[in-house]
């Protein structure tokens, strides 16, 4: 993996996902591939296959909320092929209860398009949880806030740039 620079040049249409990446001075590399809105694997699996990743390494980024308005919001961040323990959820995020936020208004409070949501240079900071189950990797990918796009980076500086903590948070 290259260590990715700030540059006015390199990153002029930049993602907020990769301007905070810039920003933190983490190693990060960007992958991309052609997305295909006919696809029925959901996009994390989508990734997955067309990057020839391991699912177990490709994560997606889920928002969960807690009361009926959804007044708390909080990220977790899961391997594409696993599902959300919605109770270790809340319970690593200190909150009560959760329940998935529905997708409009996961748009809304992060400023990415479903497919394209990133944990990363969301519109406000929110509390994290990353799933345990990648602490030890090499490295893992994200969303890097549009669809068919990917960075490649450390578990510790994932966690480390969005704030967040590790904690088991699948099934």
Do not use: N, W
Request: proline letters at 5%.
């Amino acid at each position: 993996m290259g260590k990715k620079k700030a540059s006015k040049d390199r990153h002029a249409g930049a993602t907020p996902a990769i301007a905070a990446l810039d920003a933190a001075g983490v190693v990060y590399e960007t992958v991309t591939y052609e997305h295909d809105d006919r696809s029925d694997l959901g996009f994390g699996m989508e990734a997955a296959e067309k990057l020839g990743e391991d699912p177990a390494h490709l994560l997606k980024t889920l928002l969960v909320g807690e009361g009926g308005e959804a007044k708390e919001v909080g990220v977790c961040v899961l391997p594409a092929d696993h599902r959300l323990d919605l109770k270790a959820a809340a319970h690593a995020l200190g909150m009560k209860k959760v329940a998935l936020i529905e997708p409009a208004a996961a748009e809304r409070i992060t400023g990415y398009v479903v497919g394209g949501i990133s944990p990363l240079g969301q519109k406000k900071h929110l509390p994290t949880v990353v799933d345990a189950s990648v602490e030890g990797a090499e490295h893992v990918l994200v969303s890097g806030g549009r669809r068919g796009m990917s960075v490649r980076v450390a578990p510790a500086d994932l966690v480390a740039v969005t704030g967040g903590s590790l904690a088991p948070v699948t099934v």
